[in-house]
């Protein structure tokens, strides 16, 4: 079983940032390959960005160029760095592979408010 802990959300006003972390434990080797994802209210999860084979990253368009998303293997830890966030970008933000492999962890909450 593999177990997905996902922090570092928070409030934060319109244009600033914040770094999401994922941690993942359990019966995983390694974590070459992972995305995150998000869920703003009233809404479906949405894909968000993915980095495959520890470095190849691609993002949705309505983050490329302000979000970076980076691993770390040795602490088995996937990260997302988020700037100029916006309001639309408020949304619990959940980590998973990109085949959606492991389960869900209780996400990090994310609000973009003035």
């Known amino acids: 079983q593999v177990h997905l802990v996902e922090s570092g959300g928070g409030l934060v006003q319109p244009g600033g940032s914040l770094r999401l972390s994922c941690a993942a434990s359990?019966?995983?080797?390694?974590?070459?390959?992972m995305g995150w994802y998000r869920q703003a209210p009233g809404k479906q999860r949405e894909w968000v960005a993915s980095i495959v084979s520890g470095a190849v990253a691609n993002y949705a368009d309505s983050v490329k160029g302000r979000f970076t998303i980076s691993l770390d293997n040795a602490r088995k830890t996937l990260y997302l760095q988020m700037n100029g966030l916006k309001p639309e970008d408020t949304a619990v933000y959940y980590c998973?592979?990109?085949?959606?492999?492991?389960?869900w962890g209780q996400g990090t909450q994310v609000t973009v408010s003035s």
């Open positions: 359990g019966n995983i080797v390694r974590i070459n390959n």
């Open positions: 998973n592979s990109p085949q959606l492999l492991y389960p």
